[in-house]
């Protein structure tokens, strides 16, 4: 490695275990304050009703939903020019999810500063990023209307997620328009023409991973894995002896990871859990009870994936650049 590779290794291990460091625990702290709000003698009752068994459960069910979201991602690199061996890349998606208590899940986007120690240009990985969080929207937008009619009031929320969808893909279909103002933009300039010019970048090779066949075919495995996750909080209100039909639990867990989106909260922190709790509580739940699954399902989710991400990005650390040839 090159003294200035290695000096940027250097510099970017700085910055980004600081940002693990604040962003966690900045965040966790918020959560133990929802945690103590709604009583940890809820949230421990509930963890003993649901038992370790179901706790395996609900943790495997976060894993499949982390699994097909990685096959995804492993689609758009090489739909992107860059294929990567499944291991490492692997371990970069995951390590990833360290920064997922970042506003907009923004801070997952350190894949792409480790992708490019394999050669993966930041405009790819970052289109690839883009992507991800088109798709997941799309996704959760979908499994809401599971319970719409039971709940019309959810309706100007989605509307602002099909909104934003919508737009997402407009933009998207426009690949000449998008290809003319990236060469009217300057190749020089200040920070903001720059920071211009790479977002068209992205936008440009984001096209790609947004033709109709393959836009289809992700966003069925979308809907497939985040309904893994919604399962799970179906379950864990079963366990915990709430009477919670499957596609009510279904649309809360939808509509609360869609409010966490909207509200460009670190990790959805706020508003996810007060959908939660809110529609929960609407159809019956006491207000103790509804903490806890809240806390409970988040821990399983959320949390579980921190928790991985910061492992793995810990263990990364130091890791040198790999060759070029390796990935070949």
Same mark, same amino acid.
């Given at each position: 490695?090159?003294? *200035?590779?290695?000096?940027? !290794?250097?510099?970017?291990?700085?910055?980004r275990y600081r940002a693990v460091v604040l962003s966690v625990v900045g965040s966790a702290l918020g959560y133990l +304050?929802?945690?103590?709000?709604? &009583?940890? =003698?809820?949230?421990?009752? *509930?963890?003993?009703?649901? &038992?370790?068994? &179901?706790?395996v459960i609900a943790l495997f069910m976060s894993s499949v939903n982390y699994g097909l979201r990685f096959m995804?991602? /492993?689609?758009?690199?090489?739909? #992107? %020019? =860059?294929?990567?061996?499944?291991r490492p890349s692997l371990n970069i998606y995951l390590a990833g999810f360290?920064? !997922? !208590?970042?506003? &907009? $899940?923004? %801070?997952?986007?350190?894949?792409?500063?480790?992708? $490019?120690?394999?050669?993966?240009?930041?405009?790819?990985?970052?289109?690839?990023?883009?992507?991800?969080?088109?798709?997941?929207?799309? +996704?959760?937008v979908l499994l809401t209307l599971f319970g719409l009619s039971l709940y019309p009031e959810a309706m100007p929320m989605i509307v602002v997620g099909v909104?934003?969808?919508?737009?997402?893909?407009?933009?998207? @279909? /426009?690949?000449?328009?998008?290809?003319? #103002? !990236?060469?009217?933009?300057?190749?020089?300039?200040? $920070?903001?023409?720059?920071? #211009?010019? =790479?977002?068209?970048?992205?936008?440009?090779h984001a096209q790609q991973c947004h033709r109709l066949r393959l836009m289809l075919g992700l966003t069925l495995l979308s809907v497939v894995a985040w309904s893994a996750e919604a399962l799970a909080f179906h379950w864990i209100l079963q366990w915990m002896g709430a009477d919670i039909p499957l596609t009510f639990a279904v649309f809360v867990y939808a509509l609360a990871m869609l409010a966490g989106a909207i509200s460009f909260m670190p990790g959805g922190l706020g508003g996810a859990e007060a959908v939660m709790v809110?529609?929960?509580?609407?159809?019956?739940?006491? @207000?103790?009870?509804?903490?806890?699954?809240?806390?409970?399902?988040?821990? +399983?989710?959320?949390?579980?994936?921190?928790?991985?991400? *910061?492992?793995?990005?810990?263990?990364?650390k130091g890791e040198t650049t790999p060759q070029r040839d390796a990935i070949q």
């Open positions: 490695m090159s003294a *200035a590779a290695s000096n940027e !290794t250097v510099q970017f291990s700085g910055w +304050a929802f945690s103590l709000w709604g &009583g940890w =003698h809820a949230v421990g009752a *509930a963890v003993s009703e649901v &038992g370790l068994i &179901g706790i995804r991602w /492993q689609a758009y690199l090489k739909v #992107l %020019g =860059h294929p990567m061996p499944w360290a920064l !997922t !208590t970042t506003p &907009g $899940k923004a %801070g997952e986007a350190l894949r792409g500063v480790l992708l $490019k120690r394999w050669g993966v240009p930041y405009p790819q990985s970052f289109a690839a990023f883009f992507s991800e969080r088109l798709s997941d929207l799309f +996704a959760v909104g934003l969808v919508l737009v997402g893909l407009l933009v998207l @279909s /426009q690949r000449r328009l998008l290809e003319r #103002l !990236t060469l009217m933009v300057p190749s020089e300039g200040g $920070k903001l023409i720059g920071l #211009l010019r =790479h977002l068209l970048h992205v936008l440009v809110g529609l929960l509580v609407f159809k019956g739940m006491n @207000s103790a009870d509804a903490v806890a699954a809240t806390v409970l399902i988040r821990l +399983a989710t959320l949390w579980f994936a921190v928790a991985i991400g *910061a492992l793995m990005l810990f263990r990364l």
